[in-house]
């Protein structure tokens, strides 16, 4: 079975300071991980993935996400945050080798940047 | 703009009726979904299509039915068996259901209250 656990439910930080948004996961095979950010009242938009390679990923926005096998983790991070990067953030794995179609979603982390 | 479209945005529904809800996607994917999404619990799938004509039951489908008469439309019906159907429904599409690494993305949502 696949996993997901985002272990804060919300994280606040002050506008030009870094951000992190942590996210890890269970899965049996090769993890195939994603980020996705919600705005109020609309939907997920998509920022970044892993499928494979580099352990750095970038994404739109300026967010990037590290991939560490090791922790099964793949935190969120941006290097300064802006007023406008406050949402609702979500991470999901699907696991490469089970041959699963879902998508598995954490909770979600609500992300407030403080002015 | 190719994209995912939702209708209606606010929905209310009275004990005992079923109402549907629209999804219609121009970016020519194969696979459509669709999440119900509750404050606090992450998203969980509802149904699936891989193809026009064919679909398949997600974790919490009791209640809901839908059709695929199209590539491009995968319409939600909400029945009056789902007993707690108050909630933000998110229909979503990708190139394909299986294979490495595709991305989900989202329409901008519905929500549906009961009065």
């Known amino acids: 079975a696949q996993s997901v656990a985002q272990p804060e439910d919300q994280v606040n930080v002050a506008e030009g300071n870094p951000l992190t948004v942590k996210c890890t996961y269970s899965?049996?095979?090769?993890?195939?991980l994603f980020w996705y950010v919600q705005y109020p009242n609309r939907g997920l938009q998509f920022l970044l993935k892993?499928?494979?390679?580099?352990?750095l990923v970038k994404g739109s926005y300026g967010f990037e996400a590290e991939f560490n096998k090791s922790q099964t983790s793949f935190h969120l991070k941006k290097p300064s945050a802006l007023v406008s990067d406050s949402a609702l953030y979500f991470c999901?794995?699907?696991?490469?080798?089970?041959?699963?179609?879902?998508?598995?979603f954490g909770k979600g982390t609500k992300l407030s940047v403080i002015p | 703009d190719g994209g995912i479209t939702q209708s209606p945005k606010y929905l209310f529904r009275k004990e005992g009726q079923n109402v549907t809800l629209s999804c219609e996607q121009n970016?020519?994917?194969?696979?459509m979904y669709w999440y119900r999404q509750d404050p606090g619990q992450g998203l969980r799938l509802i149904y699936y299509?891989?193809?026009?004509?064919?679909?398949q039951k997600g974790d919490i489908a009791e209640g809901y039915s839908v059709s695929r008469e199209k590539k491009e439309s995968f319409p939600l019906t909400v029945t009056s068996a789902q007993k707690n159907p108050t909630a933000f429904y998110l229909c979503?599409?990708?190139?394909?259901?299986f294979g490495s690494g595709y991305t989900i993305y989202f329409g901008e949502g519905s929500w549906l209250t009961v009065v």
């Open positions: 979503a599409s990708s190139t394909q259901l």
């Open positions: 899965v049996s095979g090769n993890p195939y």
């Open positions: 892993y499928i494979t390679g580099d352990n």
């Open positions: 999901a794995v699907r696991d490469a080798g089970a041959g699963s179609y879902q998508l598995t």
């Open positions: 970016l020519n994917h194969d696979a």
């Open positions: 299509s891989q193809i026009v004509n064919d679909f």
